[in-house]
């Protein structure tokens, strides 16, 4: 087995073939979940609630389907951090984010589902005022700009075509992009449908014939180092708390709580969700093996393909189709969701269209949304863990506390505190980041600056007990 840059010479017409075929009942099933809508009457535009929420009429399989395949677009992320560092990746892309779903599922689902809302920031504006629900939309959109998401599409492109990694970016999302204009919510849930059969297919298929050739997982232990099975993998307690901190960030995570919404019943979206977390547990299991598979036998690899080197050149003709297109789905089932959402963030909450949205402007926004992801994704130079990182320390340190506390404890922030805490931590988070670059004064992760900073002056006003103006 060897590592190359382009992969394509890999693959024969059987691959092309089953590829095609995976590709193809995709987009099918973006018409036949079109077919499914009640018809219009004559006239009549498109409600809100049928593009953002699908009706609210989601089932439970679909409901499945869609959450698990949302939630697992980086996989050149997770698979590089365990070729990178063993199971330290079971750790803090697992185990930390299976407690919080449950957390989600027993005690905020009900809570979500008493109020008469379709995003986050409706909530925040429910629970606080309209500045916090504006401040919520902001932090929401940068949590929701997919650029791990093209980065990952990017380089499943770059190594199976070779060329550079943006020529190949703006390629993938271009035609990501034209899929999500059609069709609203529903286009991406079902189509959801058909990638998540095929990813968990894809991974699973990559542990059996890894098995089948080189033995069973118990080898790995001699031929990769032993670090590789320490659960810190090297890092600082204070590193693994941050990965804790983002992995609860899923409490205020805009997919979350728009299949939460969109679900037929608080029972429905509860049963989803615990469901949901065990195929997850199996999925990790699964690409967690595969990617210490790969760097035991191409340890040479960059780690940031090395999965899909070895997934390609492991299996026979026509199953590296089906691995091909099982890969592929787990990105783009990630992306279109986080494309549609961060653009439902900037039309329907940040420029406050609610009682003239339109899908015009949904689709203008999702544009931009790709525009800008593809831009930024360029200063991550491909490093997805960064995204990730990066991006989700705001939501974790900065919305996570105040919006529960909203929730369990109505009318002890007023929209004021709210605002002033939220964006005294972002400005935290910045400043520190900035300044620690320059002058490199500190290893205390700006993160816990903007949680300090959000969570003190809430903490007044939870003391105090009373809201203000």
Same mark, same amino acid.
């Given at each position: 087995?060897?590592? /190359?840059?382009?992969?394509?010479?890999? %693959?024969?017409?059987?691959?092309?073939?089953?590829?095609?075929?995976?590709?193809?009942?995709?987009?099918?099933?973006?018409?036949?979940? =079109?077919?499914?809508?009640?018809?219009?009457?004559?006239?009549?535009? =498109?409600?809100?609630? =049928?593009?953002?929420?699908?009706?609210?009429?989601?089932?439970?399989?679909?409901?499945?389907?869609?959450?698990? +395949?949302?939630?697992?677009?980086?996989?050149?992320?997770?698979?590089? !951090?365990?070729?990178?560092?063993?199971?330290?990746?079971?750790?803090?892309?697992?185990?930390?984010?299976?407690?919080?779903?449950?957390?989600?599922?027993?005690?905020?689902?009900? /809570?979500?589902?008493?109020?008469?809302?379709?995003?986050?920031?409706?909530?925040?504006? =429910?629970?606080?005022?309209?500045?916090?629900?504006?401040?919520?939309?902001?932090?929401?959109?940068?949590?929701?700009?997919?650029?791990?998401?093209?980065?990952?599409?990017?380089?499943?492109?770059?190594?199976?075509?070779?060329?550079?990694?943006?020529?190949?970016?703006?390629?993938?999302?271009?035609?990501?992009?034209?899929?999500?204009?059609?069709?609203?919510?529903?286009?991406?849930?079902?189509?959801?449908?058909?990638?998540?059969?095929?990813?968990?297919?894809?991974?699973?298929?990559?542990?059996?014939?890894?098995?089948?050739?080189?033995?069973?997982?118990?080898?790995?232990?001699?031929?990769?180092?032993?670090?590789?099975?320490?659960?810190?993998?090297?890092?600082?307690?204070?590193?693994?708390?941050?990965?804790?901190?983002?992995? %609860?960030?899923?409490?205020?995570?805009?997919?979350?709580?728009?299949?939460?919404?969109?679900?037929?019943?608080?029972?429905?979206? /509860?049963? &989803?969700?615990?469901?949901?977390?065990?195929?997850?547990?199996?999925?990790?299991?699964?690409?967690?093996? &595969?990617?210490?598979?790969?760097?035991?036998?191409?340890?040479?690899?960059?780690?940031?393909?090395?999965?899909?080197?070895?997934?390609?050149?492991?299996?026979?003709?026509?199953?590296?189709? %089906?691995?091909?297109?099982?890969?592929?789905?787990?990105?783009?089932?990630?992306?279109?969701?986080?494309?549609?959402? +961060?653009?439902?963030?900037?039309?329907?909450?940040?420029?406050?269209? $609610?009682?003239?949205?339109?899908?015009?402007?949904?689709?203008?926004?999702?544009?931009?949304?790709?525009?800008?992801?593809?831009?930024?994704?360029?200063?991550?130079?491909? $490093?997805?863990?960064?995204?990730? $990182?990066?991006?989700?320390?705001?939501?974790?340190?900065?919305?996570?506390?105040?919006?529960?506390?909203?929730?369990?404890?109505?009318?002890?922030?007023?929209?004021?505190?709210?605002?002033?805490?939220?964006?005294?931590?972002?400005?935290?988070?910045?400043?520190?980041?900035?300044?620690?670059?320059?002058?490199?004064?500190?290893?205390?992760?700006?993160?816990?600056?903007?949680?300090? !900073?959000?969570?003190?002056?809430?903490?007044?006003?939870?003391?105090?007990? /009373?809201?203000?103006?």
């Amino acid at each position: 087995m060897v590592s /190359k840059a382009n992969l394509i010479g890999f %693959l024969d017409w059987s691959d092309w073939a089953v590829f095609l075929l995976v590709l193809g009942a995709t987009i099918a099933s973006v018409f036949y979940g =079109e077919s499914l809508k009640e018809p219009k009457k004559e006239g009549e535009k =498109e409600s809100v609630i =049928e593009l953002l929420l699908m009706g609210r009429k989601m089932t439970l399989p679909i409901f499945v389907a869609t959450l698990v +395949a949302t939630w697992y677009g980086g996989i050149f992320g997770v698979t590089a !951090l365990t070729f990178e560092k063993g199971i330290y990746n079971l750790l803090t892309q697992g185990f930390f984010w299976y407690g919080t779903y449950l957390i989600f599922a027993f005690f905020l689902v009900d /809570k979500i589902r008493k109020h008469n809302i379709v995003t986050i920031p409706d909530l925040a504006g =429910e629970l606080f005022g309209p500045r916090a629900q504006r401040m919520t939309a902001i932090l929401n959109f940068l949590n929701l700009l997919p650029i791990a998401y093209t980065i990952s599409l990017g380089i499943f492109l770059q190594s199976l075509l070779g060329g550079s990694l943006l020529l190949n970016t703006v390629g993938g999302v271009l035609l990501v992009t034209i899929w999500s204009l059609w069709g609203g919510f529903r286009a991406v849930v079902f189509s959801d449908v058909v990638q998540f059969f095929f990813m968990i297919l894809s991974v699973f298929l990559v542990v059996v014939f890894a098995w089948a050739e080189y033995g069973p997982p118990t080898i790995l232990l001699e031929k990769l180092p032993a670090t590789h099975f320490e659960w810190t993998g090297g890092e600082s307690l204070a590193t693994l708390f941050i990965w804790g901190f983002i992995a %609860l960030s899923t409490l205020v995570d805009p997919n979350f709580y728009q299949r939460c919404l969109a679900a037929e019943s608080a029972k429905t979206a /509860k049963r &989803g969700i615990i469901i949901s977390t065990v195929i997850w547990f199996f999925f990790d299991c699964c690409t967690t093996l &595969g990617a210490l598979y790969a760097r035991a036998i191409i340890p040479e690899a960059n780690s940031q393909d090395a999965y899909l080197q070895f997934s390609i050149q492991l299996v026979p003709h026509g199953v590296r189709g %089906l691995i091909t297109a099982g890969i592929l789905a787990i990105i783009l089932s990630t992306l279109d969701s986080y494309l549609f959402n +961060a653009a439902t963030c900037i039309s329907y909450d940040l420029f406050r269209l $609610k009682d003239r949205f339109k899908v015009f402007h949904h689709h203008i926004a999702l544009l931009f949304v790709a525009v800008i992801s593809v831009v930024f994704g360029l200063h991550f130079e491909g $490093k997805v863990v960064d995204v990730w $990182k990066t991006l989700g320390s705001f939501s974790a340190a900065c919305l996570l506390f105040p919006i529960l506390v909203g929730q369990w404890f109505p009318g002890r922030i007023s929209d004021k505190s709210f605002s002033l805490s939220v964006l005294t931590g972002c400005l935290g988070i910045v400043t520190w980041r900035v300044l620690n670059r320059i002058y490199a004064f500190s290893t205390l992760d700006e993160f816990y600056i903007g949680l300090l !900073l959000t969570t003190i002056p809430l903490s007044v006003s939870i003391v105090r007990g /009373k809201r203000s103006a």
